[in-house]
């Protein structure tokens, strides 16, 4: 696991209440939800106090079985999940509104923030009834696009490129999707937020970004904090790709007997296996990533070799999007 470090420079404090156990209470804004926290996330967006739609709680967490044999352990039921890293913490979302947070001994609020905005966030999102993608997300003008990919295949990297042309990020890493409106699939917007490794961060250089240092040895890319290019509001999904490496930056449509197989592979959920899909949610995701496949369709986004051709991918996405046809 890659830990998080302390930010150089912070965003403006988040608005606070006092919880009746004196922690102090912050209030955030991510994924359509107001989000009122007693870990410190900085990385969020403040807000003004008011009843959250999700709660999280420091406190103890009595994980149902024994986790002390690995270095991680889960555990799936109806209405609670339990996620634990023996190194960071443990993390039981109860009912889609509330995660309580047990810290393992020393390990203070950015090193909780990593798996609490990522896995953890990703599966309290789920709980909600979205479709929640591993990917990333880009906002250009009224429409956007989807970056999925293997790890290393370039999502965060084609993000930044496109936000350095002057495009917007909606989210990197967790990408939720409100499939409300089936003929109208929204993005919502995460948080300003990108996660480069060293070499793209050179080659890309987002003067509009506050860059946390790397200061634990596990970690193989730094934290970008936008101060600008960030799209704060949901927008329809245009177009989702599937990142591979390739001799030139070219775009081209897969099959539908394709397309299913990769929004199937690249939800979050699906990271953790059937167990985290008991009964009648299987079905239910694969209804949800039917009906993405089905209305939006997937392409295949050939990358080319080299971050200094970065920009031919951007080039494509643009004109694929200007062309109007999927």
Sequence with gaps: MNLPVASLARPAPAAETMTPSGRVRHFYKAYGLVIGSEVALPELEPTAPA????????????????????????????????????????????????????????????????????????LALHQRGLLVLHASAIAVGGESVIFLGNKGAGKSTTAGAMIRAGHRLLTDDVVALDLSDPDRPMILPGFPQLKLAADAAGAIRLEQADVRPQVHPQIDKAQHRLRDGFAAEAVPVSRIYVLERSGRAAISPLAGAIALPAIIKFSYITRFGRQALPGDLAAAHLRQCARIAGRIGVSRLEMPAGLARIDEAVAAIEADLASGTR
């Design 51 to 122: 009843a959250p739609d999700l709660e999280i709680a420091v406190g103890p967490v009595d994980f149902p079985d024994d986790a002390s044999q690995g270095a991680t352990a889960f555990r799936f039921e109806p209405m609670r999940q339990y996620l634990a890293w023996r190194a960071v913490g443990t993390f039981m979302i109860s009912g889609a509104k509330r995660i309580d947070v047990d810290p393992a001994p020393g390990i203070d609020d950015p090193l909780l923030a990593f798996p609490l905005l990522g896995p953890v966030m990703a």
